[in-house]
């Protein structure tokens, strides 16, 4: 199958919120769990702060696990709600193509970013927690 000009649009749509959400929900989980775990344990053990640096980038495997599909999800919705706020589902739609056709990118990427997610999770993360 050939990627038509509205395939790479909605693909190019997708990827600033997904970029977006990815930074974004690092940043809130990593703030919210291990920071300030690693605060807590560089106080009471005076660790120094490059060490606690390093710790801190070995932890971030493990919450970027869960922000790929969030990310994904904060995409989506983002793009489709936009594509209907400025009316473009209807001239999609009113130009004969089926809203199918028009998620079908969507899926194809959402399913690239599981597979990412899965080798990630297995390949990534185990080194990471050693």
Request: aromatic letters at 14%; proline letters at 4%; zero cysteines.
């Amino acid at each position: 199958m050939r990627a038509t000009i509205l395939d790479k649009y909605i693909i190019k749509e997708l990827l600033g919120p997904f970029l977006y959400g990815i930074f974004a929900f690092t940043a809130i989980l990593a703030g919210s769990t291990v920071l300030f775990r690693l605060v807590g344990e560089v106080v009471r053990y005076g660790i120094a702060f490059d060490d606690s640096l390093i710790l801190f980038v070995y932890r971030l495997p493990n919450i970027m696990v869960y922000t790929f599909p969030m990310s994904m999800l904060l995409s989506t919705l983002i793009v489709f709600g936009r594509l209907s706020a400025d009316s473009e589902l209807i001239a999609i739609k009113s130009g004969g193509i089926s809203f199918y056709r028009v998620v079908g990118p969507v899926l194809i990427i959402g399913f690239i970013v599981s597979l990412v997610t899965l080798t990630f999770n297995e390949l990534v993360v185990p080194r990471a927690n050693v």
